[in-house]
């Protein structure tokens, strides 16, 4: 079983919603990471927290807002999403010490938008 | 930034035979993880081997850094190992910036 949980499993939303995705991950790790998979591609990264802070925004629509309240917790709230962004929304976590260390990645996020 | 690519992009197999998948990587790297991307689009991983060789029962893994590549090896292969395999490799820096390559859908029939 992962050790990052990811929720809700399937999402369908309007273009006019808004609606948020949620990870948790209970190893002690403080890089937090959000990836996008369209079908039949490789991930791609998103954001990426290091201790609570966002280091790594790879020039992602203002539509996707990351939100990390914790270091437990990491969020993506949706809003005003286009038809194009349906794909699988994956959570990672990884430890810090050293900046080298492993990704753990949970189930995943699958998104429809209507 | 850093390239990835695997081969091959495609690899059907029999049950019971073995395989080598390569990942090539285009620059130096600190971290490389080999994956397996389930039909559920889960990422199960497989190993964390920024160099060396590991084994893990059929699966084991060698990184050779200083030539820039990867192979993971499966034997024996069964209709659960099908789906895709990733390596991502991370350059370092101040963040562990994880890249995937372009990946390997194996297919394994009975």
């Known amino acids: ?114 | 930034g850093i390239q990835v690519e695997q081969s091959p992009p495609d690899l059907i197999l029999q049950e019971g035979a073995n395989s080598t998948l390569r990942c090539n990587f285009s620059d130096s790297v600190n971290n490389l993880q080999w994956f397996h991307q389930n039909p559920w689009g889960q990422l199960i991983n497989l190993f964390y081997i920024p160099s060396g060789t590991k084994q893990n029962g059929r699966l084991s893994a060698t990184t050779v850094a200083t030539e820039r590549y990867s192979l993971l090896y499966i034997s024996s292969s069964q209709t659960t190992d099908s789906g895709v395999y990733f390596c991502a490799v991370s350059a370092g820096g101040a963040t562990n910036k994880l890249i995937f390559g372009t990946g390997t859908l194996l297919a394994v029939q009975p």
């Open chain 1, 1 to 114: 079983d992962t050790e990052v949980t990811q929720t809700p499993k399937h999402l369908v939303m309007g273009m006019t919603n808004k609606k948020s995705l949620k990870c948790e991950q209970h190893m002690g790790h403080r890089a937090m990471y959000w990836y996008k998979q369209k079908a039949k591609k490789p991930p791609e990264l998103m954001f990426v927290y290091s201790y609570e802070k966002l280091s790594i925004n790879e020039s992602v629509p203002s539509r996707f807002s990351p939100e990390c309240p914790n270091s437990s917790l990491l969020n993506l709230h949706l809003h005003a999403l286009q038809p194009e962004d349906s794909a699988l929304y994956l959570c990672a976590s990884s430890p810090t010490r050293p900046n080298t260390g492993e990704l753990f990645f949970g189930e995943g996020s699958r998104l429809t938008v209507l």
